[in-house]
């Protein structure tokens, strides 16, 4: 009897109904609720569950292209301001000797040279006298000067010098090498039998214009030199050392 009332009641609330008249769907248990009135979402399909989204996506690493080439190199900027200098380093080490350098170029190397000699005897009068030259061996540029029996200094530097004379018999052999008028070298011998070869020579400082010769002493005792036309016996050498 309770089995019968029951299912009386069910069948009186399906037959029933919604108030508003509409039907009223079967629905499963697994179905998605409904959406709240007034959403405005629809309502989902009776009998079918609801249809995934499906959103793109794309790997754009696979769309990657090669390495392009490199571009041309853009101008230079404007240079900034030049900065304060630094402070000053510590001293290195010495280095190693470097080597020797190449010849110089010939023609700027100077030379000063000459080589005379006089083939006439000379005796003392009562003043000095310049040991004048007749002979000429060797005159670079004509730096010694012939008629004046002095060499003339052109090039500055230090130079060697030497005369060599030869003695008369008993007279002395008075002789000075002369510095412009300053005697630096004295050519000496005593009155003897025998005539002798006697010989000086000396390096000298020389400045521009500077000039040096040989002077016989004065008479205050009879002094000579000899030579003839023969042999030379009086000569008169000097060359540049090295120059300034």
């Excluded at 309770?2 to 509409?22: H, K």
């Excluded at 794309?58 to 404007?78: A, S």
């Excluded at 070869?197 to 002493?217: K, T």
Aim: proline share 6%; aromatic share 10%; hydrophobic share 35%.
């Amino acid at each position: 009897m309770l089995a019968v009332l029951t299912l009386l009641a069910l069948s009186s609330l399906v037959a029933s109904g919604p108030p508003d008249g509409r039907p009223v769907l079967c629905k499963r248990c697994c179905d998605p609720l409904e959406p709240a009135e007034g959403s405005g979402a629809p309502p989902p399909s009776a009998g079918f569950s609801s249809v995934p989204e499906v959103r793109t996506f794309i790997n754009m690493t696979i769309l990657k292209g090669d390495k392009g080439e490199r571009g041309d190199r853009g101008t230079p900027g404007k240079s900034g301001q030049e900065g304060p200098s630094g402070s000053r380093g510590l001293v290195g080490s010495k280095g190693t000797k470097g080597r020797a350098g190449l010849p110089g170029d010939p023609c700027k190397v100077q030379h000063a040279a000459f080589s005379v000699g006089r083939r006439k005897s000379l005796h003392s009068q009562e003043s000095y006298q310049a040991l004048v030259f007749d002979t000429v061996f060797v005159n670079l540029d004509d730096h010694f000067n012939m008629f004046d029996g002095k060499f003339v200094c052109r090039v500055p530097g230090i130079y060697f010098f030497n005369v060599n004379i030869h003695t008369w018999n008993f007279k002395e052999t008075y002789l000075h090498i002369m510095l412009n008028d300053t005697e630096q070298a004295i050519v000496y011998a005593q009155p003897g039998d025998r005539s002798i070869m006697q010989s000086q020579s000396l390096m000298l400082q020389l400045g521009l214009q500077d000039e040096v010769w040989i002077r016989l002493y004065k008479r205050l005792r009879e002094n000579a030199i000899y030579s003839d036309d023969v042999d030379l016996y009086i000569t008169f050498n000097g060359y540049l050392v090295k120059g300034n």
